[in-house]
């Protein structure tokens, strides 16, 4: 299991009694004979219930903070000693903590993500199934290395534009017969074509997760996880793309899905050399399984 960021308790006081109730907390202390180490929380209570902390001021006030002491107790101070022992005005203390209690609560988040390893063994399983991504990813690189660039544009092309307005849908138009055009209507699985399986599964889920698990092994660093949590938040859906997108790939490269390609309309020499490629997907993908 990975390493999982620390989670501080969260302290909440509602009232006086919150505070001096607390198993560790010394009220009246001398403030020579210790250091203050920490605020761990702040307090602002409707009326004066509160009495500082320390022998040589014991104000009666509504708000300050829980403070730790070097000798592993704790104490309250008002806002008059908080300024005084740690140079910070109540507004700007109780906006530090608020934000550290919305990390809290994105570490918590992540921890659960942390927790489990299910996501890099998704990844691995999607990555080397048969005809999964790997299979997706060799194939199409040997497809578009071999594969005239006018024909990769022109699957792009029909992949994204729905519209008819394109120089390639005057061509289908006027050019085509209407076998062609229906083996083009009937072309399955182009969204690979727009999308990339590595760029989707590897830098989309993995590469973050990655990041993470090194966060998490850095308590001193203070990072912002808010990207985190969306990324966490979008897990599910990510991982549902990746396996339309390897779908795509499984319909795509399908003899007659590529026999349709000879229907689309490229310049002649071009049209010529699509019509005399030997290119199989099968040997295409004995490279993907080597390097599985
Ligand atoms: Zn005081």
Redesign the pocket.
Known sequence: MSTLFHIEEEIILKSWDDIINRPDYKSSIKPKKFNFTHISAFYSFKDESAR???SN???E?SR?YLVSTSDENETN??E??GQKYFDVSFEKQKKIIQDENIIRKQKIQLNKILEQDSIREQVNELKQASKGANWLYYVLTSFCDTYPIELLTALNELATKTDNTTTLSALIENECDRSQREDIEQLQGLSIFTLDIREELIVKILKPLIALEKLANEPDEKPSLTRYCKWANSLDEQFALVEELIEAGQLFFTPFNLERLKSIPLPKSKARLVQSLDWNVNKAAKKASRNN
């Open positions: 500082c902390g320390l001021c014991l104000k006030h300050g101070l008002c008059n000693c």
